[in-house]
């Protein structure tokens, strides 16, 4: 199965001389990236491990044997191997000899040389529906972006599916399971998640209960802009008291491990005097994880279309982050102090398409939450001071449900069954 990302890296493996593909365990980095080396070296063996830290140490030339480009697979295993990267990038000024790929980041060094203009670094999130042939790709993102006005799609989902794709999520391997043990890699994975992977993580201390309690208190919060403080409070209501500053270790070693990768706020030039709220939106890399955390099943989302609606959410911020990021733009989201609010801003702040931005709101289903998405969404036009910045160049509203059409307001209704990049 094709990935967004794959044009990039080959893009970016012509012009630099190393290539990072990082992402959460499982969404198909060591997969994807074997398709473009020629070497490959795994350093989540053990033995293979030891053997390259020696070389490393040593600054044996044997850590760079093989042929071009050389993967090297968990490469924060070693995280002395980003400055011989680029010191050997220095040396031999070739490009496209390097591929790392890792599904967390090393702690930080203040002495680790950037790799500026030697190493581009780029993220893979789980599949996308238009990825896992799920989506019929009618109303592609960078038509409406070039200024396509005339769209049409059929959802071919029910409430029930969704649910289904909400709780299954994006892992690649599962795609091929039948629909009940895909379900339950989910639950597998947050069950490694809590035991294993995060004790693996260097200068924190785990316990793996509380690493549970802080993952489902972090899922009752997703797709809200959720303070700290309230996911404390719904930590200490099943766990015992916790400092605020190990909860902070704990969320920081999600996102490390690119589990948790909350939605940012958007900043725009405004007419009218509304404060941008500056909280982020919570989020997970995948629906799943939020369901698994929470011991959710399809049949409990469609009895409770409230907590659906949050998972759904979540499950188009994935697909729209993977489109997105795809073609050079970034996600985020807009709340200001007047309750105004998008539930996702795509913005591009480089590249062909610099300055242009579209705003989404994010609707299960039913007339009544599209027209309150498009009210928002209209409103939000505005109040952007477009002798500023440019004017939106689309406004959408992203649903489950059946047709994707153009409003006469010129807001774009599309089930996201319907999207691609």
């Known amino acids: 199965m094709p990935r967004v990302l794959e044009p990039i890296i080959l893009d970016k493996l012509r012009a630099k001389g190393c290539v990072v593909i990082e992402g959460p365990k499982w969404c198909g980095k060591s997969t994807t990236g074997r398709r473009y080396a020629k070497t490959i070296v795994e350093l989540g063996i053990t033995k293979v491990n030891e053997l390259y830290r020696t070389y490393s140490d040593m600054g044996d030339p044997s850590l760079f044997k093989g042929e071009k480009p050389l993967m090297y697979d968990e490469w924060q295993n070693i995280p002395e191997l980003w400055d011989s990267v680029r010191t050997e990038i220095d040396r031999t000024g070739l490009r496209g000899q390097f591929i790392l790929t890792g599904s967390a980041t090393p702690p930080e060094n203040e002495n680790r040389h950037p790799g500026t203009g030697r190493i581009a670094k780029l993220v893979m999130r789980p599949m996308s529906l238009w990825e896992s042939n799920e989506s019929t790709g009618e109303v592609s993102l960078t038509e409406l972006f070039y200024g396509k006005t005339v769209i049409s799609g ?69 797709s809200q802009a959720a303070k700290l403080t309230t996911i404390k409070g719904d930590v200490e209501a099943n766990d015992d008291t916790i400092d605020p500053r190990t909860l902070e270790s704990y969320i920081t070693a999600f996102e490390r491990m690119f589990v948790i990768q909350d939605v940012e706020a958007w900043s725009p030039s405004l007419r009218s005097k509304s404060t941008v709220r500056s909280a982020n939106t919570r989020q997970f890399v ?86 309150e998405g498009a009210k928002h969404l209209l409103t939000l036009r505005e109040r952007v001071n477009t002798e500023k910045m440019k004017a939106p160049t689309f406004l959408m509203v992203v649903t489950g449900t059946q047709h994707a059409y153009r409003r006469p307001d010129d807001v774009y209704v599309v089930p996201l069954a319907c999207l691609k990049n």
């Open 154 to 222: 059929t959802n071919k989902y029910t409430l029930d599916r969704l649910a289904y794709l909400v709780c299954r999520g994006g892992w690649p391997e599962i795609m091929i399971d039948d629909e009940q043990t895909a379900l339950q890699a989910a639950f597998d994975y947050v069950s490694t998640l809590i035991t294993e992977d995060i004790t693996r993580l260097k200068g924190l201390k785990c316990d793996p209960q509380r690493a549970a309690a802080i993952l489902k208190a972090y899922a009752r919060s997703i």
């Open 286 to 371: 995948d629906p799943s994880i939020a369901t698994a955390a929470l011991g959710i099943t399809p049949n409990d989302l469609v009895s409770d279309l409230k907590t659906f609606g949050f998972m759904f959410e979540s499950l188009a911020t994935r697909d729209l982050r993977v489109y997105a990021e795809s073609l050079g733009g970034k996600v985020y989201q807009y709340h200001d102090n007047t309750g105004l609010e998008a539930d996702l801003i795509i913005h591009f702040l480089i590249g062909p398409m610099s300055g242009k931005w579209g705003a989404i709101e994010v609707k299960l289903g039913g007339d009544k939450y599209i027209e």
